[in-house]
T-cell receptor, first 110, second 113 residues
Framework: SQQGEEDPQALSIQEGENATMNCSYK?????LQWYRQNSGRGLVHLIL?????REKHSGRLRVTLDTSKKSSSLLITASRAADTASYFC??????????FGAGTTVTVRA | DAGVIQSPRHEVTEMGQEVTLRCKPI?????LFWYRQTMMRGLELLIY????????DSGMPEDRFSAKMPNASFSTLKIQPSEPRDSAVYFC???????????FGPGTRLTVL
């Protein structure tokens, strides 16, 4: 298994702005997943992008994957106060293990 | 579906006591995962099961920790004896396949005094 490393560690933006966070990993993957965790709550799955995909959209979320650079990015457009949370990437190898990094803490200011 | 169910939601116990955390996965999911989250170490995978069989327990910190899955709808994580450093939030997650989306429960916040 391997660990995703998110960057930046923390991000503060104004409501309505876009938020971008990045993830890097080390070895080959089956897919890469992004999760959100609100303070004191469980993780919620946001989006899964497979190794043969380059971009995926879900509502206001856009995820890209560059397997040659072993990196992914998550873009949240038109952010809202409810987007305030920690965001984790989880690269998934064929051993089925998700290894989470420290996450990016996003604060959306009203 | 009710999602992954964990109990108790909060547990406060004294050092040396036995603690049992419970998890009911989503029906039809073949994989079940136990995680631990702390400020210091982040989110760590402890063990996972496939069709009730433990596949990888390399993340279990020590022999004081044990996990079982007696049937497809129930799993336990036991700590005996508990220590203050075991204080953490423990999450259970289930997945229809090993590599797809994992659905997390709300977690059990364990405090060992």
């Amino acid at each position: 298994s391997q660990q995703g490393e998110e960057d930046p560690q923390a991000l503060s933006i104004q409501e309505g702005e876009n938020a971008t966070m990045n993830c890097s990993y080390k070895t080959s993957i089956n897919n890469l997943q992004w999760y959100r965790q609100n303070s004191g709550r469980g993780l919620v799955h946001l989006i899964l992008i497979r190794s043969n995909e380059r971009e995926k959209h879900s509502g206001r979320l856009r995820v890209t994957l560059d397997t040659s650079k072993k990196s992914s990015s998550l873009l949240i457009t038109a952010s809202r106060a409810a987007d305030t949370a920690s965001y984790f990437c989880a690269p998934v190898s064929n051993d089925y293990k998700l290894s989470f990094g420290a996450g990016t803490t996003v604060t959306v200011r009203a | 579906d009710a999602g992954v169910i964990q109990s108790p939601r909060h547990e406060v116990t004294e050092m040396g006591q036995e603690v049992t955390l419970r998890c009911k996965p989503i029906s039809g999911h073949d994989y079940l995962f136990w995680y631990r989250q702390t400020m210091m170490r982040g989110l760590e995978l402890l063990i996972y099961f496939n069709n009730n069989v433990p596949i990888d327990d390399s993340g279990m910190p020590e022999d004081r920790f044990s996990a079982k899955m007696p049937n497809a709808s129930f799993s336990t994580l036991k700590i005996q004896p508990s220590e203050p450093r075991d204080s953490a939030v423990y999450f259970c997650a289930s997945s229809p396949t090993g590599t797809d989306t994992q659905y997390f429960g709300p977690g059990t916040r364990l405090t060992v005094l």
